[in-house]
Each structure stands twice: as C-alpha cells, then as structure tokens.
C-alpha cells in the first residue's frame, strides 16, 4: 500500500466537558478503494478511540452511517476518498438534527414521524388467514416500489431547508413513506394517512426544493411522492367541495 | 392526538383550497403568460409586429367579447392566486417567521382584491 | 416531539439564513420561486392595460405610446419575459414528475408527459398569437 494519506477534519462535541462542538483532524491512510467510512474506522482503531459515529453494514443498505462529508449528506460507506483527494475531508453530523455527541445526531423527532404515517397494510376488511394471501400484479407492485425502498437514512432531512427552517414539518422520509403504502393496492388507510399529512406541518409546507431527490441513495424520490400527495388530496378536497355526492376512490 | 389531528385537518383543508388555486394557475400561466408578454410587452410596442395588434381598436374588439372576458378573467384571477401562494412561501424561505398568518392574510387579500379588480375592468370595457 | 432528557445536553446547531446560497441547485431553486413575482407584475400591468382600455381610444394609445413603449418598461418588460420563460419550462418539466398517466398497466415514462406539457404550451401560444394577430 502507497504511504499517501489524506486529512480528515471530524466535528468533536463531548457534553460532559464542552459546551459546544469543536473539529479535530486526523491524517489517514488514502487508497482509491477506501470509503470515508474506512478512515473513520481507522481513527477510531489506530488514531483516536474516543470518536464516535454510527454505523453499520458498511454496503448501503442499513441507513446508519449518514454524515455531512464537505456540506452534502452522504452515506460515508458509499463515500470514496479518490473523489476528495488530495483535498481536506471535512466530516460533520448531518444537519438539522441535534448532536448527541461527535458525529451521533438525535433521531427520535423522526423516529415518531414515521410512526404517525401508519406505515402498514390498513386494509378495507379484515381478511381471516383461511382466506389466503393478498395478490398483486407486477403492475400494482411498480405503483409503489420505488417508495418502498427507503432505508431510513435521514439524508433528506438533512438536505431539506424546509425541514431546517420548521421543525415541525414531517419531513421527505414520512412523507414517502405515506405515499408507499397509500399506492399500495392491498391498503384502504389512504383518508386516514391524508388527514395527518395535510396540516400545516405536512405535504403543505413542503416548496419542492427537490434537495431530498437529490441526495437519496436509493433513489426514492420523496419530492414526486409528496407533490404526488398533494394532487391527490387537492383533488380528493376539491372533489368533496364541488361534488359533495361524489365517492373518493379509495 | 385525535383532537391535534382534526385541528391539524382542518387548517389542512384550508392549505389545499389555496394550493389548488396555485397549482391551477401555474398550468394556465405555464401555457399562455409568455406569449402574452411578447406579442403584447414585447414584440409590438417594439413594432416587431404591427403596433395595431395592441391598438385600440383590435383590442376593444377582442376583450369585448365574452369569451375573452372568460379567460382574461381566469388568467387573472388563477395569476394572482398562483403568484400570493407561491410569493407566501418565498418570504418563509427567506426566514421571515414570526407574521406568517398576517402574509397568508396580505397574499391571498391581495389577490381576491386583484380579482374582483379585474372583473370590474373586464366589464368596463363594451 | 419526543423530548429528550436534559442531561444528554443536545446541540442545536443555528441555520443559515442564506441557507439558499450554499448550492447552486438552492440558488436556482429561489429563482424559479421568484418567476412568480413576475407573474405578479405583469398582471397587474396587464390590469392598468384593461383599465386605460376601459377609458377610452385617448386613455389607452396614450398607455401604449407613452408607458408601453418607454425604454424602461420595455426592459422591465425583457425581465418579465426572461422569468416568465424561467416558471413555464420548470413547470412543464416538474408535470413530468408530479402528473402520473397511466396506459393501461403501465405508467407513461415521465419524458413523455413532460413532452405533452411543453407540447401543450406551444399549441396554446400558437393559438393566442394567432388570435392576437389575426383578429
């Protein structure tokens, strides 16, 4: 291995003895196969056992190791140093959350928001297990999927100003979220999801920055699923308003 | 929680009213605005076409007639609304947090005004 | 919001208030949300058209010779258009991605729709153009 290295510049926030977050930086080996993920690892094994972060599977599919690395939300396992050397890594919690300690943010504010999305299968009735399984088409899947494939990684939060400027605001995640299981052909809970997402802390508030889309790893795409929200609860009231005798469709 | 939920709807069907509104008027003002604003603020005061397509004359003619009127009246009208909407939430991007209500009040105020304006206008003209 | 206990000390950290031009992708965003201005003001000088229109032949050539075709209002006119062009192709394209068609099974792929939009944008200024200049 080549004795290149590269600097990386972590935030430091230790509660019990400061009162506010510093940076520390640390030199570390680089390669063009090692992630942000790896030096961190390294820090904390060779340089610096007292850093603390989050992670996990090391692969993309957990959600855990989600940091700012130079100003972007990135997962620091899919985030390759060769796209940073020979340049400073800057390596900070992800915005728009509070900091535990270091590069740990707090997560319960989105925690309990993606509970208020009730995301499970509300069906139309109950079915008993002797009557078998629900079915869909490949068709009805594709109507969802996309949004299925969330790993709860917070990027979005962090690259949502909305989110930054209003705390409130249920956030790119949830939302999609919503919309996955409102799409889904087996679920009848659409009226209910719509009625905890169309309040001022919800799909209203959102400006379609479009910033989440952007940043997702997995390609979700929360900004169509929430604009996509938004028409059909405009459509659903407008309905409802001009045509009071008309049926929603689901 | 039931109560904050029902609260939390209501002002949401509030939210969608406007936004319906906005989103209409995106549509409209996305088609037709531009060539408004060329034939009417561009290309012929500047005479790249014929001065008189803006003239007296054609104009009286064309805004008397009631179909006109129609759609002048909801190219206003979905305008303004499309522009208080979107111009609200410009202002809270910009972080101006604490009169939210009070610009929500002054956007779609001035645009019902604007509205009624332009009926007014509209049938003025015979 | 689930509270956290206070001897975890939290850190909050402040947000920009310029948070809208730490990226260019923010930046051009503010911008398409600032074409709504000048939707705004071109109807309202739309608005004091009709009005002089409302007054009489004197009025209204007064409006177009003196106030229309004044150097000013002419490059007012140039930033009207410049934004105004800014709101229809962000909105046509963003149709792409809000407005699901489905044929069938199947849903069109957003190129298409957007293709519709902007198709839709050229037939409706063809036919005002026409009207305007034809009548």
């Given at each position: ?38 030096a961190l ?83 139309a ?69 719509l ?6 802390e ?25 604009q ?23 | ?49 014929p ?34 909407h ?41 | 919001?689930?509270?956290?206990p ?48 409302g ?22 006119n ?58």
């Amino acid at each position: 291995m080549s004795a290149q290295t590269v600097t990386l510049t972590v935030t430091r926030y230790r509660p019990e003895q400061e009162d506010r977050p510093t940076q520390q930086s640390y030199a570390v080996p680089y390669d063009e196969d090692l992630v942000v993920l790896d030096a961190l690892n390294f820090i904390k094994d060779e340089l610096d056992g007292s850093l603390s972060y989050r992670w996990s599977c090391r692969m993309g599919i957990c959600g855990s190791c989600g940091m700012m690395v130079n100003g972007t939300p990135k997962l620091t396992c899919s985030a390759f140093l060769r796209d940073y050397y020979p340049n400073e890594i800057v390596v900070e919690p992800l915005t728009n959350f509070p900091i535990i300690r270091d590069l740990v943010i707090d997560m319960s504010d989105f925690i309990v928001k993606l509970g208020r999305m009730q995301p499970w299968i509300v069906p139309a009735q109950e079915k008993p297990l002797s009557e078998g399984e629900y079915r869909q088409t490949p068709a009805q899947v594709e109507q969802y999927r996309q949004f299925s494939m969330c790993i709860n990684c917070m990027l979005c939060y962090a690259a949502c100003p909305v989110y930054g400027m209003e705390p409130l605001f249920i956030g790119p995640a949830a939302l999609a979220l919503a919309h996955r299981y409102n799409m889904d052909s087996r679920d009848a809970g659409r009226a209910a999801r719509l009625q905890e997402v169309i309040g001022s802390e919800g799909i209203a508030e959102c400006t379609y920055v479009g910033e989440c889309t952007v940043v997702c790893p997995k390609h979700v795409d929360p900004a169509a699923a929430i604009q996509r929200t938004k028409v059909v609860a405009t459509a659903d009231y407008y309905r409802s308003l001009l045509m009071p005798w008309a049926k929603s469709p689901r | 929680m039931q109560h904050h939920v029902e609260e939390s709807a209501k002002g949401g069907h509030n939210e969608l009213f406007w936004y319906g509104l906005f989103a209409a008027g995106g549509v409209l003002t996305a088609f037709v605005v531009p060539i408004h604003v060329l034939i009417n603020n561009l290309a012929a005061p500047l005479g790249l076409v014929p001065v008189e397509t803006i003239g007296y004359e054609r104009m009286a003619r064309l805004v008397a007639h009631p179909l006109v009127k129609v759609y002048l009246f909801a190219l206003i009208a979905l305008g303004l609304f499309h522009w208080a909407h979107r111009f609200r939430y410009v202002l809270i991007d910009l972080g101006v947090m604490g009169a939210r209500e009070l610009i929500a009040v002054l956007a779609y105020g001035s645009a019902i005004a604007g509205t009624v304006i332009g009926a007014i206008l509209l049938l003025r003209v015979t | 919001m689930i509270e956290a206990p206070p001897e975890l000390k939290l850190y909050r950290r402040p947000m920009a208030r310029a948070w809208w031009l730490k990226n260019r992708r923010y930046t051009l965003y503010m911008l398409r949300e600032i074409s709504s201005v000048f939707i705004g003001v071109w109807i309202v000088l739309f608005l004091v058209q009709l009005a002089q229109l409302g007054s009489g032949r004197e009025a209204y050539q007064g409006f177009v010779a003196g106030f229309l075709r004044s150097p000013i209002v002419i490059i007012l006119n140039l930033a009207i258009f410049v934004f105004v062009m800014v709101h229809s192709i962000t909105w046509n394209q963003l149709t792409g991605v809000i407005q699901v068609v489905r044929i069938g099974d199947r849903e069109l792929p957003s190129r298409y729709v957007a293709g519709g939009a902007f198709a839709t944008w050229l037939v409706a200024s063809l036919v005002i153009a026409a009207v305007m200049l034809a009548a």
